[in-house]
């Protein structure tokens, strides 16, 4: 028996840029193509198949023939959902997939006197799969504390699959992140296929193992950065990673502190070469600007330099770039959403008000702004209302 287990693809992120959103698709094809050849009886999948529960038709087109190339080489799916594909009214592109035969949701939960069961899946091969959906927030750690244990006496190899983070075993940059106790984990199983934590782990776990396969495409800046991607076969009870480099990338880290946003620019220009060629380039700006704003930095010229050298896209991070005279407001994450915006304006208006009552009037736009358009009324009726309105607030006529 030899199978593949993934997890996190998230197949349709980075919807909103031109170049990666097809990175995570490609790396699923080239995933396809090596369990084709590698000839694996099955592929679990565990968790965040897709980024959200009803991804675009470009993205599930290429998902379903991907699937397709699978189901004619009689290789079986069996999926869980995960926080980003999991819908708890159930309508999650995956059931509609499952009702064309081109996967298994194998998370088969019964809810009973307040204890969860689980339902086996059989494979052909013999192997028996059981698993638990994961959900934001950790959500789902009910089901393991209610979780009925006599799937530990089922006979056979047995394959438990879920997608939570362990708290005995997170990564540091994940500390805060919901998670469930190893113990929580019904015992008794020859293989359990983890998903969720976007770092790659073999944990040993009550005489089996516990493993973490990571995104099979990085799914954020961070995870670019380290470009660390791809998924394990495990044959005879042996695991075997195999990495993924769908993209190459380089990085250009600057430090910001004390420079004026041309010299930071200059900068980084100066590390644009054809190194960059075919590569995704990732530029990080962090530090407090002499003088200026971030927005000041020209990522226009920056991206044209880029592209001129062949670069496959430009990507920036400039999270903790700061302006010298904007300095950062630090809020209470307690308070509400009103009394968040109204600390923020109070705060920056200490660094000096640009016109007379300027809180009032901030306050006054926000509210105008975030009026949506009144039933029956026309767009070009609701764009004058709002220009009245705001002309009002400036007291201008
Ligand atoms: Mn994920």
Redesign the pocket.
């Given at each position: 028996m030899k199978f593949a287990h993934m997890?996190?693809l998230?197949l349709g992120s980075w919807s909103n840029h031109p170049v990666l959103r097809e990175m995570p698709l490609k790396a699923f094809k080239k995933a396809v193509d090596i369990c084709l050849d590698e000839a694996v009886d099955f592929v679990i999948i565990a968790?965040?198949f897709f980024d959200t529960s009803i991804p675009g038709i470009d993205v599930m087109r290429s998902a379903v023939s991907q699937l397709k190339r699978l189901h004619d080489h009689d290789v079986r799916v069996y999926v869980v959902t995960?926080?980003?594909d999991f819908s708890p009214s159930g309508k999650t592109i995956i059931s509609v997939l499952e009702e064309a035969g081109l996967l298994v949701n194998i998370a088969k939960m019964k809810e009973s006197n307040s204890k969860i069961y689980l339902d086996f899946t059989k494979d052909k091969t013999g192997a028996k799969l059981c698993g638990i959906v994961g959900r934001r927030s950790s959500l789902e750690k009910s089901f393991f504390e209610r979780l009925d244990k006599a799937i530990e006496k089922e006979n056979g190899y047995k394959i438990f699959v879920f997608?939570s983070a362990l708290e005995e075993y997170k990564p540091k940059h994940l500390k805060d992140m919901p998670g469930i106790s190893c113990n929580m984990l019904p015992k008794g199983f020859d293989y359990y296929a983890a998903?969720?934590v976007?770092v790659r782990n073999v944990i040993d776990f009550d005489g089996s193992k516990i493993v973490y396969p990571g995104?099979l495409f990085p799914?954020n800046f961070q995870e670019l950065e380290k470009n660390e991607a791809g998924f394990f076969i495990v044959e005879n009870g042996k695991e075997k990673y195999v990495q993924l480099k769908t993209v190459e990338v380089v990085l250009i880290d600057i430090d910001a502190d004390g420079k004026t946003p041309g010299q930071v620019e200059d900068e980084v220009m100066s590390h644009i070469d054809k190194n960059a060629h075919n590569k995704v380039v990732l530029v990080r700006i962090r530090g407090t600007l002499a003088d200026g704003k971030p927005s000041d930095i020209d990522f226009r010229s920056i991206a044209n330099e880029a592209e001129k050298n062949g670069a496959l896209t430009i990507k920036r991070n400039i999270n903790k770039l700061k302006a010298k005279e904007l300095e950062e407001v630090k809020v209470d994450e307690h308070l509400s959403v009103e009394e968040i915006e109204s600390r923020v304006i109070k705060e920056h208006l200490e660094n000096g008000e640009t016109f007379e009552n300027e809180e009032d009037i901030i306050h006054a736009l926000m509210s105008l702004l975030s009026q949506e358009k009144k039933q029956g009324e026309t767009a070009s009726v609701f764009e004058k209302r709002i220009r009245e309105d705001a002309k009002k607030i400036f007291c201008v006529e």
């Open positions: 997890a996190d998230h968790g965040d995960g926080s980003h997608h998903g969720h976007h995104p799914a």
